[in-house]
Structures are given as C-alpha cells and as structure tokens.
C-alpha cells in the first residue's frame, strides 16, 4: 500500500523489512542471505539507508568491502536491484522514493563492476 513518499526513520525500516521479506526467500539471492541473523543486521541496513536518502549521520561503514567476499554477480546484482525498486514502488512514491531506486541501481551496478574488475574478468 502506497502511503507517500519516503521522509521518516520509520519509512527507512518499513522499506528495509519489505524487501528483505521478499530477496531473503528469493531463489537466485535466499542462499546468500542463510546465515544472517536479520534482526542483528537490520539496523545496519536501516542505518545505511538513512544515511543515503535521509542524511542521518551515524553510518561510516564501507558497504562495498562487507560484500566483497560473497560469490555474487551481475544477475544477483540486477535481481536485487530489481527486488529493491518494486518494493519501492509498492510502498512509496514521491521524489526520495525515486531518489532510493536510482541509488539502487547505482549500488548494484557499481558493486557488479567493481566485484567483475576484483575477479579479473
């Protein structure tokens, strides 16, 4: 259900726990996320998300280097941004609501060329 656009603390985690409902048991990216403890990681994707569409302070993590490791690629990149964009559009709209689907797109291809140039490829 479409209630405006994103502007609130609360929004950020509306947004974080919908589409981790979804990419969490989705068949291409579930095996990267077996293991996580969500609710030990949600605060950290919250605070992460607040920082990007928000500009709360409080989050200096390089997001790049806690993904470097896994064994991912375009496709998963692609699908989550794809995940990410309708959750967006489901539940937002406005300009921060398109503000967080272009910085999707822009995490996703960023981090699959950046993985592609690690690997040599």
Do not use: Q
């Not at 405006?4 to 068949?27: K, N, Q, S």
């Not at 293991?35 to 950290?44: D, I, Q, S, T, V």
């Not at 569409?53 to 806690?66: A, C, M, Q, R, S």
């Not at 609501?97 to 291809?109: E, N, P």
């Amino acid at each position: 259900m479409i209630t405006g656009d994103i502007t609130t603390h609360h929004d950020i985690e509306r947004l974080v726990d919908a589409f981790y409902a979804t990419a969490m048991y989705d068949p291409m990216l579930a095996p990267h996320f077996e293991g996580l403890n969500f609710e030990a990681h949600k605060p950290r994707m919250v605070a992460f998300w607040a920082f990007v569409l928000l500009g709360e302070p409080g989050y200096t993590t390089n997001v790049f280097d806690k993904h470097v490791h896994l064994k991912i690629s375009r496709p998963h990149f692609d699908r989550w941004v794809e995940l990410f964009c309708g959750t967006v559009d489901a539940l937002f709209e406005g300009e921060k609501a398109r503000d967080a689907k272009l910085r999707a797109t822009t995490l996703g291809w960023t981090f699959a060329e950046k993985m592609r140039a690690l690997r040599g490829e």
